[in-house]
C-alpha cells in the first residue's frame, strides 16, 4: 500500500468529521461564488438598464414622467400589461439621449444638433433625440435603486453566510487533523514498545524521536494545511469552472487546459523533490541523532576535549541537510511562482483574444456585466491554484516523513502468543541452551543450570563471558535458539512476555529514574502500588536515612535520568522499585558496583531481606557480594566452566580462587 493510500486510511478514521468540513467548504464556496453573478446582475440588468427598451404607459409604480408622457422598462411590465409606443435610452460619449422609437444601437454612437448617428459597416443611420439632463437620468434609474439594494444586501449576506461556514470547515477540518496525528503518534510510540530490543542496539534513540516527533509534525502539516489547501482549491476550481461554463462554454474550456498542466507539473515537482526530501530527512534524524549521542556524552566530550571535534561533525551533517535544503529552495522558486504567472499570462491572453474577437461580432456583443463576471472569475481561479503550487513542498515533504513513519509502524513486532502464568514460584531452569545475537556467532554454549525457589544464583565472568545475555534470556528480551528455559516447568516460550515480565524484577549497574518524584520513580505509576508500600519498601532498602534531608521528602522532584542524585541515592531508589513490585524472580546487574562501602553496607542488609523466598540472580564484580550465594556459575567465552558455592569453588583452586586472589590478595584467600 502506497503512502498516500496509508495517510488516506488514517484519515477515514475521522471521516464524519470531514465530510462535515468538506459540506460546510461547499456551502462557503458556493456563497462566495455566487458573487460575480450578482454583481453581473447588477451591472447588466440594473445599472446599465437604463439603455433598455421603453413603453409607454399610465401613470403609476415603476413609471417615469418625461416631456409629459410615461414610460416603463419592457422587462416590468406584467403578463397581459398594455405596452404603448416603445421608445430607448442610449449613451452617446459622455451624453445620455432619448429617442422615441426602437433603433438598433450598436455601432458608433454620435449625437450632435438634435439628431442621434448610428455608423455600422459604412452605413449611418439618423434619429432624432432629445439629450437628457442629469436628473432626467436619475429619474430613469430610479426604478432600479430598491433592486440594486436588495442584490447588494443578498450579496453581503452571501458573504457573512460564507465566512461563517469557512471558519467552521476549518475549524472543523484541522480539528480533525490533529485527531488525526494524535492517533497516528500514539500508534508509532504504542507500537515501539512492542518491538524486539535488538532493534533498538541498531537504530541511534535520536533517530526513533525524530519519527515520532519531527516526522509526524511534518505528517500534521499535510492533514492540517496542505490538504486543507487541496480541498478548498479543488472545490473552489470546480465552482468556478461550473460558473465559467455558465457563462460561456468556449472560455471555459480554453481554461481547462489548466488541469493538465498544474497535474503534469505536479508530477515532474515530485519527481526531483522527492530526492531532495529523503535527503533531508535523513539528515535531520542524524543530527537529531547526534545531539542526543552528545548531551547523555557531554562529560566525555569535554572531560577528553573533544568539542572540536565533535562541532566538526555536527557541522559535516548540518552543512549537508543546509546544501539540500538550498536545492528544494531553489526547486521551488524556479517553478511555483513563475509557473503560475506563466499560466495566468496565457489565460488572460487567451480571454483578451476571445472577447476581443466577440466584440467585433455584432451579433455577440459582450456586456459589461459579462465582461466583469470573467474577469473577477479568472482572478479567482488563480488563488485555488496558487495555494496548490505553494503547498506542493509541504506535500512532498509530509509523504517522505509519512513514509518515514510507516517504515517505523511496518517494523515486525515482537511476537507475544502464549499462556498466562498468573503467578509461578521461581524454578528457573536452562537446559542446554545456546544462543546467538547474529547468526553463528555464538555468545552462549550448552549452558545448564537450575535455580530453586528462594535461591540465590551468581554469575561471574570477565566482559563478554555471557552473563548479561543469560538476564536477557531469562527475561525474554531475546530467545535462544537451542536448548529451553522453563520456569516451574513451564518453557518461557510459551508464556506470554507480559506475564513472564510481571513478577519479575530487574536492578541494573546505572539504575535509570524517569522524570517525577522518588515515590513515582518506586511505584512507576502502578495504581496496584499504595503510597503506603512505596515507603515501606524505601525504608526496607534503607533509604528513608538517605532522603530525610529532603525538603520534599519522597515527593522530591527527579530530573530526567535522576542527574541531581548520587549513584548511590538512584541505585537505593531502584532497589525499592524492585521490592515494590514484589517479584518472585529477582535479578541484579552489577547492582552496587557503583555504591560507597557505607551505602552497601545498608544495601547488604537489605538485599538479605529482599532475597527471602526469592529466586535471585547476581551478575557480579565485586565477589564479596556473592560469598553466601548458594550457587555461583563462573563463565567463561559463553561456558560454565565452574560451578559452586564460594567454598567449594575456593576449594577447587581453578578460575573462581584466581579470580578471588587477584581480587583480595594472596593474604586474604582462608577468609
Not at 76 to 97: M, R
Not at 420 to 444: C, H, I, M, Q, T
Not at 465 to 476: A, D, H, P, T, V
Not at 603 to 618: H, P, S, W, Y
Request: glycine share 6%; hydrophobic share 40%; proline share 2%.
Amino acid at each position: 500500500m502506497t503512502t498516500g493510500k496509508r495517510l488516506f486510511k488514517y484519515a477515514l478514521q475521522f471521516k464524519m468529521i470531514i465530510f462535515a468540513a468538506l459540506a460546510m467548504l461547499t456551502i462557503s464556496a458556493a456563497a462566495d461564488l455566487a458573487g460575480p453573478f450578482i454583481a453581473k446582475r447588477v451591472i447588466d440588468n440594473h445599472i446599465l438598464g437604463i439603455e433598455s427598451t421603453w413603453h409607454e404607459t399610465s401613470k403609476g409604480n415603476e413609471a417615469v414622467e418625461f416631456e409629459g408622457s410615461y414610460y416603463k422598462r419592457d422587462a416590468y411590465f406584467k403578463t397581459g400589461e398594455e405596452k404603448g409606443k416603445p421608445a430607448q435610452i442610449l449613451q452617446a460619449g459622455s451624453k445620455f439621449v432619448f429617442v422615441g422609437e426602437k433603433v438598433n444601437g450598436d455601432g458608433k454612437r454620435s449625437f450632435k444638433d438634435g439628431v442621434l448617428k448610428i455608423e455600422k459597416d459604412g452605413r449611418t443611420e439618423s434619429y432624432p433625440a432629445t439629450q437628457l439632463t442629469a436628473n432626467d437620468v436619475m429619474r430613469f434609474s430610479a426604478p432600479e435603486l430598491p433592486r440594486i439594494i436588495s442584490l447588494l444586501a443578498m450579496y453581503f449576506g452571501l458573504l457573512l453566510v460564507s465566512a461563517f461556514f469557512q471558519y467552521w470547515q476549518r475549524f472543523t477540518l484541522q480539528k480533525s487533523a490533529n485527531r488525526i496525528i494524535q492517533k497516528m503518534r500514539e500508534d508509532v510510540f504504542a507500537h515501539i514498545q512492542k518491538l524486539p530490543v535488538r532493534f533498538f542496539d541498531n537504530l541511534p534513540a535520536g533517530k526513533v524521536v525524530a519519527r515520532i516527533t519531527n516526522d509526524t509534525e511534518a505528517v500534521r502539516e499535510l492533514y492540517v494545511t496542505v490538504l486543507s489547501t487541496f480541498f478548498t482549491s479543488a472545490i473552489y476550481i470546480g465552482g468556478i469552472y461550473i460558473a465559467l461554463f455558465i457563462l460561456s462554454p468556449k472560455l471555459a474550456a480554453v481554461c481547462l487546459l489548466l488541469l493538465p498542466i498544474l497535474y503534469a507539473w505536479i508530477l515532474i515537482y515530485r519527481k526531483f523533490a522527492s530526492k531532495y526530501n529523503h535527503i533531508i530527512r535523513s539528515r535531520n534524524s542524524e543530527i537529531n541523532a547526534m545531539v542526543n549521542e552528545s548531551i547523555q556524552g557531554m562529560n566525555i566530550i569535554q572531560a577528553f576535549g573533544r568539542e572540536k571535534e565533535t562541532g566538526a561533525d555536527f557541522e559535516k551533517l548540518n552543512n549537508d541537510h543546509f546544501r539540500n535544503q538550498n536545492k528544494l529552495l531553489n526547486l521551488n522558486s524556479l517553478t511555483s511562482h513563475n509557473l503560475v504567472n506563466v499560466l495566468r499570462n496565457i489565460v488572460f491572453v487567451a480571454f483578451i483574444w476571445y472577447f476581443g474577437g466577440e466584440a467585433l461580432n455584432a451579433e455577440a456583443a459582450i456586456s459589461l456585466g459579462m465582461l466583469y463576471a470573467f474577469v473577477d472569475y479568472i482572478n479567482r481561479l488563480f488563488e485555488p491554484v496558487v495555494g496548490v503550487v505553494n503547498q506542493l513542498a509541504n506535500l512532498e515533504q509530509a509523504l517522505v516523513a509519512g513514509e518515514r513513519v510507516f517504515t517505523l509502524l511496518d517494523e515486525s513486532e515482537e511476537e507475544d502468543n502464549g499462556a498466562d502464568l498468573p503467578n509461578y514460584k521461581g524454578n528457573v531452569r536452562f537446559d542446554n541452551v545456546s544462543f546467538a545475537y547474529k547468526e553463528n556467532e555464538w555468545v552462549l554454549k550448552n549452558i545448564y543450570f537450575e535455580a530453586r525457589p528462594g535461591e540465590t544464583v551468581a554469575l561471574v565472568g570477565h566482559t563478554g563471558s555471557g552473563k548479561s545475555s543469560i538476564m536477557n534470556l531469562l527475561f525474554r528480551f531475546y530467545d535462544c535458539q537451542k536448548g529451553a528455559i522453563t520456569i516451574d516447568g513451564v518453557n518461557v516460550k510459551t508464556i506470554t512476555r507480559n506475564a513472564l515480565r510481571r513478577h519479575m524484577g530487574i536492578v541494573l549497574q546505572d539504575p535509570y529514574l524517569f522524570t517525577g518524584t522518588i515515590a513515582s520513580n518506586v511505584s512507576l505509576g502502578d495504581p496496584s502500588i499504595s503510597r503506603e508500600r512505596v515507603e515501606k519498601a524505601l525504608r526496607d532498602v534503607g533509604a528513608e536515612e538517605i532522603f530525610k534531608h529532603l525538603e520534599k521528602g519522597y515527593d522530591e522532584p527527579v530530573t530526567e535520568k535522576g542527574a541531581t542524585f548520587s549513584s548511590g541515592q538512584r541505585q537505593l531508589i531502584s532497589f525499592a522499585r524492585a521490592l515494590a513490585f514484589d517479584p518472585s524472580i529477582l535479578i541484579l546487574d552489577e547492582a552496587t558496583s557503583s555504591i560507597d562501602s557505607e551505602t552497601e553496607a545498608v544495601i547488604q542488609e537489605a538485599m538479605e531481606v529482599l532475597k527471602k523466598g526469592r529466586t535471585t540472580f547476581i551478575i557480579a564484580h565485586r565477589l564479596s557480594t556473592i560469598r553466601n550465594a548458594d550457587q555461583i556459575l563462573v563463565l567463561d567465552k559463553g561456558e560454565i566452566v565452574e560451578k559452586g558455592n564460594h567454598d567449594e569453588l575456593m576449594e577447587q583452586k581453578g578460575r573462581y580462587y584466581q579470580m578471588y586472589q587477584l581480587q583480595f590478595g594472596k593474604g586474604n584467600l582462608a577468609v
